[in-house]
């Protein structure tokens, strides 16, 4: 009995390479050209851009644009290839653009304008519609006629090597109308949208993003070989050749699957065996739930876990429907009720509410089983205490949070490691080799970036892998300083009563940290997220913050973009005082409170919630467990609660004013 599929690999299966979609280049004639130039399209204002593609070997092509009517040319080499180099005016358009080499390609309603590369993982993929469905997503949508917003949406595709053309959808760029929007990155939508509206200028979007990836697969085999961490997963890459024989991997993985199963000692003889209620339990531990269970007391666990909890249903909810409400359990889980499976569930970031059908449903007491299997990082049911239920048909509910019993059914370092597909996104370099090089010769405006839940594990590690990326980009770009703003990870996961170590909190630091490089830019969403929903709706303030950047740094907009900015903090006897910048109109509590996320260390490092009180630019902290304190961290964990904010409303950054070691140091 193949009760679950034990896919661990953490990422949001993308849009489906469909047989039917348009993926060629622009070929009209001899002339082929990659699929960045289409009609539609949006040239860079104010620079040399370039044209290149392939005809036959020693032919002249030439090319003549429509904002200024000169013809540039350049001769085919005895390879086929050409590139010819001409300037861009100012905003504006539309143009055309006539590539000929005796026979003529013509590009139409071709734009002058900012091109901005828009990358990430599944926040910065997350669609209007579609599996992401932002807020108010059908009016947004209806909403969404910017002809002057134009949007090309690359193709998720790895590579083991450098590619020179990418896999766009919808024959190239189109206009940005509800046909073509519903399915692009929110995030780079509301971004362009505000820019658009408060400038007029054309705003070009080469969205390249792929759900759950690592940012060491968007970042180049030559960078990677600088950071000792990666030098031999990168070396393997570049002497490996893709595996074609898919069927191959498949036989593979079904294998390890009956091997993990094989093993679960909650499986005899292909069946589950620890399903009914009368099950002797006296062996097995308590959990609270929800939780991850790397954080109650299975630290670095990683495998099957059996969690149980006997219900009883009265009298009142049989013979109707009832719903089971588990949150989102991280990664895999199959869920059982009275000995009946009612459900099962791929992907650490999907909520799961199951359905028991109402001839099903008995009074009584009945174990509610949940099978859950973890592969890498964190694991456990780990939503919000409030979604754990059960509600009747008439809407009465029974919580589920509290005690669990559970039982691991298998560890995976008793088990042979999983195979590894040879064309999986999360492999050092491979999203960088075939969704960003191809665009290295179109000169950009910048790039805006959402990304870091899948390095969590790993923050530090990026605290030299994330600068060196973006260095990396720009070099690559051969655009030394392009701007480069991004979103610092959004609050998710349960609220602690206590202060704790965070991997969020330290990849979040990691974020900010980045700032240290010149022309980048960071949106602070700790106070738009969703504690359970890695993926939250409020992508309009996202765009927003971003594009606030954007205008005042490269609009000439005088906005408000940032919040307060921790400068420096002195030690004043039992108190410490902080000085921040961006205070814009003054410091405040969002909600009118006192302020709340703040808390002190002295030199034992055991940290403490802190009384927090403004003065001028300054916040004051102090706690009376801490009578020598020496450290402060502001919003340091996971799901904060915080809501320090400047004048214009804008939140402060997570932070620390200590360097003392990440509990992710050495992680790799």
Same mark, same amino acid.
């Given at each position: ?205 080469? $969205?390249?993003?792929?759900?759950? &990836? *690592? +940012?060491?697969?968007?970042?180049? /085999? %030559? !960078? ?124 650490? $970031?999907?909520?799961?509410?199951? &359905? *028991? +059908?109402?001839?099903?449903?008995? /009074? %009584? !007491? ?124 959004? $609050? ?12 969020? /909190? ?163």
């Amino acid at each position: 009995m193949n009760i679950l599929n034990l896919n661990s690999v953490k990422f949001f299966k993308g849009s489906l390479l469909l047989a039917s979609l348009f993926l060629s280049a622009v070929v009209q004639a001899k002339v082929t050209l990659p699929s960045v130039f289409s009609d539609n399209m949006v040239f860079q204002q104010k620079t040399n851009v370039a044209i290149w593609g392939n005809t036959d070997a020693g032919k002249t092509v030439k090319v003549t644009a429509t904002w200024n009517n000169k013809t540039y040319t350049a001769k085919a080499g005895s390879d086929g290839k050409f590139k010819v180099v001409l300037p861009t005016p100012s905003f504006g358009g539309p143009y055309s653009v006539s590539i000929s080499d005796g026979d003529v390609t013509k590009l139409s309603n071709v734009l002058i304008g900012d091109v901005w590369i828009c990358s990430g993982q599944s926040n910065m993929e997350m669609p209007l519609a579609g599996w992401g469905k932002v807020n108010n997503y059908e009016q947004e949508i209806n909403d969404a006629n910017y002809p002057n917003i134009r949007l090309l949406h690359t193709v998720q595709v790895t590579s083991n090597s450098p590619l020179k053309d990418a896999k766009v959808y919808n024959d190239g760029w189109q206009a940005c109308t509800p046909k073509y929007v519903a399915n692009f990155s929110s995030v780079a939508y509301f971004f362009a949208r505000e820019i658009n509206k408060r400038t007029g200028v054309p705003i070009g979007l080469i $969205n390249t993003s792929w759900g759950g &990836t *690592i +940012a060491e697969a968007w970042t180049s /085999a %030559g !960078t990677l070989k600088t950071i000792p961490d990666f030098v031999e997963a990168v070396n393997k890459i570049e002497t490996s050749s893709k595996d074609k024989d898919v069927s191959s991997f498949k036989q593979k993985l079904e294998a390890w699957q009956k091997l993990v199963l094989n093993k679960d000692a909650g499986i005899v003889q292909g069946k589950p065996a620890w399903l009914d209620a009368s099950l002797d339990v006296s062996s097995w531990k308590n959990m609270t739930m929800p939780s991850l269970w790397e954080k109650s007391g299975m630290p670095g666990f990683d495998g099957v876990v059996w969690f149980r909890k006997n219900i009883t249903i009265p009298q009142s909810w049989a013979g109707k429907d009832l719903k089971v409400n588990l949150g989102t359990i991280d990664d895999n889980d199959v869920t059982f009720f009275n000995g009946e499976k009612i459900g099962q569930t791929e992907g650490f $970031n999907v909520p799961r509410t199951y &359905t *028991i +059908a109402a001839n099903k449903v008995k /009074a %009584g !007491t009945f174990a509610l089983v949940v099978r859950v299997f973890d592969g890498a990082g964190d694991g456990g049911l780990y939503g919000d205490k409030n979604v754990l239920s059960l509600v009747s048909a008439n809407g009465e509910r029974l919580s589920l949070d509290g005690d669990w019993q559970y039982k691991v059914g298998v560890n995976l370092k008793d088990v042979a490691p999983m195979p590894a597909s040879n064309d999986g996104p999360n492999r050092v370099t491979v999203l960088y080799n075939a969704m960003i090089n191809p665009y290295l010769q179109f000169p950009i405006k910048g790039a805006i970036w959402y990304q870091g839940e899948s390095n969590a594990g790993r923050a530090n590690q990026y605290r030299k892998l994330f600068p060196a990326m973006i260095k990396d980009w720009r070099k690559s770009w051969n655009q030394p300083s392009f701007p480069f703003y991004f979103v610092q990870l959004a $609050n998710f996961m349960q609220a602690v009563r206590e202060p704790k170590p965070s991997e969020w /909190a330290e990849l979040r630091d990691a974020q900010r940290e980045t700032l240290s490089l010149p022309n980048t830019g960071m949106a602070v969403s700790i106070d738009i997220g969703d504690a359970v929903d890695i993926h939250p709706k409020n992508k309009q303030d996202v765009g927003k913050r971003l594009a606030f950047i954007a205008l005042a740094k490269d609009y000439g907009v005088k906005i408000p973009y940032s919040g307060p900015v921790y400068q420096s903090q002195k030690v004043e006897g039992s108190t410490i005082a902080l000085t921040f910048g961006s205070t814009d109109g003054g410091l405040k509590a969002s909600d009118g409170a006192e302020l709340k996320g703040f808390s002190v260390a002295g030199s034992d490092q055991k940290f403490h919630w802190a009384k927090a009180v403004i003065k001028g630019n300054q916040v004051v902290v102090s706690s009376a467990e801490v009578p020598n304190p020496i450290s402060v961290r502001y919003a340091w964990a996971d799901n904060p609660q915080c809501n320090f904010v400047n004048g214009a409303g804008l939140p402060a950054s997570p932070f620390r004013t200590d360097n003392w070691p990440d509990t992710t140091f050495g992680k790799k």
